[in-house]
């Protein structure tokens, strides 16, 4: 198989490339989009894969074949990355790049096809998981903490979106760029969303995480979304909660890098509707070098997804929670042939129905010894927004 990356001359809007059934990772205009299917591959053997491709390559080693996927919220568990058969990639320098790999069709070499209009669908919004269940769980999870058999358990809870007309995809990523374009936008096989959380990023040598942990909302004022920011900071709850996920991604970095640093202070990171602490980690691989897939593994899922320690805590998740988390959870990226890639956590998105006629969003918060069942199913709701606002439209 044989790929071909040349630079083009004009701008293209990534989105417009995914379309409804392509391939998305982008974040602030810089990512890569997909088209086609050249091959499907194993997670834990996509790079050797595509370092197996011949390259014809005019971008100078800055674009090139890659392949997207999710690893799921169980460790260790089965994924398939794809390969597309074209290829948009625009950099943080301003370039803007093609890829082809193999014979892709006429269709997908389109790079500018649009949704064919707004549409008038009906929706059905409700809970999957009763609310009593979810009360029950996060009881479960903080018993089990202040027993003193976790340090902190992440407890979520399904709502399920109906519609009378298939979802239109293309619509909802344009949405989502309208208010997360600072956020982590993906599209895979039907699993849409916008992640504020940097699971891992490989460039070369250099190594970046961004973990969030610890949730307030946002209102729109303010005075009243800076009141709520300072409570942030100072709750010792969050703290604690932050704390836990930063030195786990630490902790397991460390033995792949030279060096490895990190902010001394968490800092308040603001998406549309919610805030959250957040600590930058970034550090220099040691050589050989893990691929991104690799770190992506071993780091996911984060304590602010499954807890701490991870299986005690995923053992309890599963005993308590109702319902198996699938994807959501997990890491959701790109990886090159050189081992470079971004992976974000797969949250704040929504899984499709095959027929497109139906969504389903999952939500959660870590549970810590002074957990309060009210505020977490609060929470809850305001992480469901960044979804159900791009789905759901008069």
């Not at 389109?110 to 064919?116: E, M, Y």
């Not at 600590?279 to 050589?287: F, M, W």
């Not at 505020?375 to 305001?382: D, G, H, N, R, V």
Request: hydrophobic share 40%; glycine share 10%; charged share 25%.
């Amino acid at each position: 198989m044989r790929a071909v990356t040349r630079p083009l001359d004009h701008e293209v809007d990534l989105n417009d490339v995914c379309r409804h059934d392509g391939f998305l990772f982008v974040r602030s205009g810089v990512g890569v989009a997909g088209r086609g299917r050249a091959l499907t591959i194993d997670a834990d053997a996509v790079v050797d894969h595509l370092a197996s491709i011949a390259h014809d390559d005019e971008s100078g080693g800055r674009a090139g074949p890659i392949a997207l996927g999710c690893l799921p919220f169980r460790p260790g568990a089965p994924a398939e990355f794809v390969i597309p058969s074209v290829i948009a990639r625009k950099t943080v320098d301003g370039g803007v790049f093609l890829t082809t790999v193999g014979q892709p069709s006429e269709s997908d070499l389109r790079l500018d096809d649009r949704s064919d209009g707004p549409t008038a669908p009906t929706f059905r919004v409700g809970p999957r998981t009763p609310i009593d269940t979810y009360r029950r769980a996060v009881d479960t999870g903080r018993a089990a903490v202040r027993r003193g058999d976790l340090t902190k358990v992440v407890i979520a809870r399904e709502v399920g979106v109906d519609s009378d007309q298939p979802l239109d995809v293309h619509a909802i990523l344009l949405r989502l760029r309208a208010a997360f374009g600072a956020s982590y936008r993906y599209s895979i096989d039907g699993l849409l969303g916008a992640s504020p959380e940097l699971l891992v990023a490989v460039d070369g040598d250099v190594v970046r995480s961004h973990p969030l942990a610890g949730t307030t909302p946002r209102t729109g004022d303010p005075a009243t979304d800076e009141a709520l920011a300072r409570k942030l900071v100072a709750s010792m709850k969050d703290q604690v909660e932050h704390r836990v996920v930063i030195d786990v991604v630490h902790d397991t970095l460390l033995p792949w890098c030279s060096y490895l640093d990190w902010e001394p202070e968490p800092s308040v990171i603001k998406v549309a509707n919610v805030q959250h602490l957040g600590t930058l980690i970034e550090g220099r691989l040691s050589e050989p070098r893990p691929d991104a897939v690799t770190l992506a593994r071993l780091l996911s899922p984060t304590p602010a997804l499954g807890g701490h320690p991870r299986e005690a805590a995923i053992e309890l998740i599963e005993s308590v929670e109702g319902f198996d988390r699938g994807r959501y959870g997990g890491a959701v990226g790109w990886v090159d042939a050189a081992g470079n890639g971004e992976f974000a956590v797969t949250i704040r998105c929504a899984e499709l129905s095959t027929d497109r006629r139906s969504a389903r969003l999952i939500a959660g918060g870590g549970i810590v010894a002074d957990s309060d069942v009210d505020a977490e199913l609060a929470e809850t709701q305001a992480k469901f927004q960044a979804m159900l606002s791009a789905i759901v439209r008069p």
